[in-house]
């Protein structure tokens, strides 16, 4: 489902690496600056509570996301989505600590039409740079691709693919016979192995992409000393199609090299971030929310016989357990070894804990695991634990979801897999959507996926 996206991104990593900088500054600082330069047009003095707000914001902006290689409209949605999203977070914090009066509603009507206006054309006019700096003759980077096999063709369409990052494609080396290569790369095949260096000399190649079969590792070595006597860039490119990679990356490790295929988004300042983004909301959330939580406990206890708050074993960060809080929907409690999924029309569930389940109210008592640190608002639906037992078995990379706190909404719950899983498919479909949740995880992602489930709330009919 995402594999090409991601193919892609592997890919251009390197110069990705230039623009992520500008990018990670680039969000934040434009929505800083419009305020302070609105707030100043309407001649409003700068006073602390807006140095208050312009470090909320520019906090909860940062990084920002790098949208230079997505396509004009896909932008313009994420960059909409993402300020909706902030706006609906700042207007409850400022709901709740009654602060609203403090700013100009002229001001911050202006900035809320300007900011995203502003972030667009950014986004464009750095597209719009990026695309003329590739095209000038002396940024042009020659490549070839040393391999001609699946990988190779695959490594030649994403340079195809992609015009914008200034790479000429010349051709392919192999040692092998056309009937043993892949046949779209027969008629560019330009030799064998023993002539990649001479070729990278006589043609100015800058970039060589070896993507053999780690069991060709005695012609590698050879190739490497040879390509090593030129000017040429190298790049290996493992076959790793196969592989679900999470936050991969090149790690030093005592001045060993370690490559990461499969590693939690949350470390270091991203875990930190996460953890302030959870407790700030959560604390919100649950203030606003007391009332109703009080009215549907009665209303669980006045319905039928039986607690009004449902625990059940989920599996949490890293494949532990954990306790997970619910509003009891049903007549029965499963937490056992088998544990049936709730269906359409489920005899088990109660009239007032179908309302819930619809409107997803029986979720609101994870906001007491969101502050317990067990959970996050945002992440992979945690599944009981003897779904988890039966589903690591029949799905590749199932477990990998684990890598991060549980959720109590996530990125496969507002793209439409909410509900009951009663096929392979439809939870491997939820399995992909958590991957590249993991794989693309930002704070401007997860309050997109916030504004989304509360329209969710309202308007979806796949939960009961």
């Known amino acids: 489902m995402f594999e090409d996206r991601n193919t892609q991104r592997r890919f251009y990593s390197a110069p990705q690496s230039v623009t992520s900088l500008v990018a990670a500054f680039m969000e934040p600082t434009i929505t800083v600056v419009v305020f302070l330069a609105v707030s100043r047009w309407f001649d409003e003095p700068i ?4 140095l208050v707000l312009c470090l909320l914001v520019f906090a909860l902006t940062f990084p920002g996301r790098n949208r230079f290689w997505d396509r004009p409209l896909n932008a313009a949605v994420d960059i909409s989505t993402s300020w909706a999203s902030l706006l609906v977070i700042l207007g409850l914090c400022g709901y709740a600590t009654d602060s609203l009066e403090l700013f100009d509603p002229l001001v911050l009507a202006w900035w809320a039409v300007i900011t995203p206006a502003l972030q667009w054309l950014a986004f464009f006019g750095g597209r719009r740079l990026l695309r003329w700096q590739a095209s000038l003759p002396e940024n042009r980077r020659r490549a070839v691709v040393v391999g001609a096999g699946p990988l190779g063709v695959k490594v030649a369409r994403a ?35 023993r002539q990649v260096a001479s070729h990278v000399r006589e ?6 992409y070896i993507t053999l079969p780690l069991g060709s590792q005695p012609r590698i070595v050879e190739l490497l000393e040879a390509v090593q006597g030129t000017t040429a860039s190298v790049f290996f490119v493992p076959d790793v199609f196969g592989i679900s990679i999470i936050q991969g990356r090149l790690i030093d490790m005592n001045g060993v090299p370690v490559v990461g ?24 959330i649950l203030v606003l929310i007391s009332p109703l939580l009080l009215a549907i406990a009665i209303g669980v206890k006045l319905s039928s016989p039986g607690p009004a708050i449902f625990r059940q074993r989920r599996n949490g960060l890293d494949g532990e357990e954990i306790v997970v809080y619910k509003f009891r929907s049903m007549r029965a409690m499963d937490d056992g070894s088998v544990v049936r999924q709730a269906t359409k029309d489920d005899p ?13 109210l029986d979720e609101l008592p994870q906001f007491f695991n969101v502050l317990q640190g067990r959970m996050s ?16 078995r029949l799905i590749k990379a199932y477990m990998v979801r684990h890598k ?17 899983t009663d096929t392979i498919e439809k939870m491997q479909a939820r399995v992909e959507y ?15 996926i916030i504004a989304r489930t509360v329209k969710l709330v309202f308007f979806d009919r796949n939960a009961y």
């Open 348 to 360: 088990r569930i109660t009239p007032f804990g179908a309302f819930l389940r619809r409107t997803s």
């Open 203 to 208: 043609h100015g190649v800058h970039e060589v």
């Open 47 to 50: 006073v602390r509570s807006d």
């Open 404 to 420: 991060v706190k549980p959720g109590i909404t996530g990125w496969a719950q507002v793209n439409g897999h909410r509900g009951e």
């Open 434 to 448: 958590d991957l590249e949740y993991l794989r693309n995880w930002s704070i401007g992602l997860d309050l997109q």
């Open 261 to 284: 295929l499969c590693e939690t988004p949350f470390t270091g300042t991203n875990r930190l971030a996460k953890r302030i983004e959870d407790l700030i909301l959560a604390s919100l």
């Open 159 to 193: 340079f195809r693919a992609r015009g914008d990052i200034g790479l000429e494609f010349l051709g392919f080396f192999d040692d092998r016979t056309d009937d043993r290569v892949d046949a779209e790369a027969v008629g560019q095949r330009l030799g064998n192995l």
């Open 377 to 392: 608002i945002v992440g992979p639906r945690p599944h009981a634990v003897a779904h988890n037992e039966q589903y690591r």
